[in-house]
C-alpha cells in the first residue's frame, strides 16, 4: 500500500508542480491506485508514478545508513501511512496494517536511541526500490497493462510501452544503487558515533 501511495503521489506531486490539478487520489490494496488530474505535463506526470516511488525509495535507502537521518526519514514515512489510509479503501486490514506500520516506527525511537530505526528505514527504501521495479516489469514486461502509465506515455510519445517498461526499470535500478553508494560514502560514522549524535537530536531517554 505505501509504495502503491508512493506512485499516486509521485504522479500528484509533478501534476502540481508542472501546472496541473489533482481532483482526487484512490488507493486500493487489491486493484491498485489512480490519480485523476487535469492539465500538467505528460512527458512528466506519467512516468513520474513508477519512477517517483523509485527515487523515493533511495533517498529512504540513502537515509537508512545514518541513525539521524532515519529518524527525520521516519517523521516523513509517519505522514505517508497516514495520508495512505485518508485515500485508501477503508477496509480493516488496511487500517490495522498501516497503524502497526506506524506503531513500529514509534517503538523503533527508543531502541538505543532510535539504532533500530535504520533497519527499518533502511528495509522500507529497499522494498519500495525493487517493488516500484517488479511492478514495472509485471504491468509493462512480463503481461502488458493496456491502461498503464506506460501505455499512454508510448501512444502519445512514440515506442512501445514495454520499452519504456525496460528504460524506466533502468533507470529505477540506478536510482536504487545511487542511494546505496550515497549512504555509504556520505555516513561513515561507526554505530556508536551514529548512536552519540543521535542523542542531541530528537532524544529518546532509553
Sequence with gaps: MLVIAFHEFGHAITACCTGG??????????EGGVTHMRGGKQAITLPAGYLGSSLIGA??????????ASKIASIVLGVCFLLTLWWA???WLTIITILLAVGLLVACWFIRHAEALRFVVLFIGVMSSLYSVWDICDDLILRKVNSSDAYVFAKRYGGSSRCWGVIWSIISLVFM???IIAGIAAFPQSTQ?????????LPTRM
Design 59 to 68: 533517498l529512504l535507502t540513502f537515509c537508512g545508513f545514518n541513525i539521524v
Design 177 to 179: 544503487v545511487a542511494g
Design 89 to 91: 479503501r477503508k477496509d
Design 193 to 201: 558515533q551514529q548512536i552519540d549524535d543521535s542523542k542531541g537530536v
Design 21 to 30: 490539478k489533482v481532483e482526487s487520489i484512490s488507493l486500493d490494496p487489491h
